[in-house]
């Protein structure tokens, strides 16, 4: 069993910044092997995945609706991921979820498969409004 929180989130201007956190803990938990997703879900729209990583190789996937704007990384010695917000806009008005498994090792189908994410954090909501 793997537990995640997430925290950071909050409002924002757009062009404004946010840091969001997804600190980890289980009694089995292997962090660095494990696979790291954000995804987010607003309002009346689907579910995306917004970045992922893969525990095994280290490649990071981030959909083309954030890419250069966010910045996803890991700091495996505290078990804890990140989310570097940048240029925020009103379309990231969302809540966002981290996620992990430890089998889906594809950072690039993780962000894809959803349904198929064993471990789920509560969320965080990001507000980016003027």
């Known amino acids: 069993q793997v537990q995640l929180v997430e925290s950071g989130g909050g409002l924002a201007q757009p062009g404004g910044s946010l840091r969001l956190s997804c600190a980890a803990s289980?009694?089995?938990?292997?962090?660095?092997?494990?696979?790291i997703g954000w995804f987010r879900q607003a309002p009346g729209k689907e579910r995306e995945g917004v970045s992922c990583?893969?525990?095994?190789?280290?490649?990071?996937f981030y959909a083309d609706s954030v890419k250069g704007r966010f910045t996803m990384s890991r700091d495996n010695a505290k078990d804890t991921a990140f989310l570097q917000m940048n240029s925020l806009k009103p379309d990231d008005n969302a809540v966002y979820y981290c996620?992990?498994?430890?089998?889906?090792?594809?950072?690039?189908?993780?962000?894809?498969?959803?349904?198929?994410?064993?471990?789920w954090g509560q969320g965080t909501e990001v507000s980016v409004s003027a």
């Open positions: 996620t992990a498994d430890p089998l889906l090792q594809n950072a690039q189908a993780m962000c894809g498969q959803s349904s198929r994410i064993r471990y």
């Open positions: 289980g009694p089995r938990l292997d962090f660095e092997k494990i696979a």
């Open positions: 990583s893969s525990g095994r190789d280290g490649k990071i």
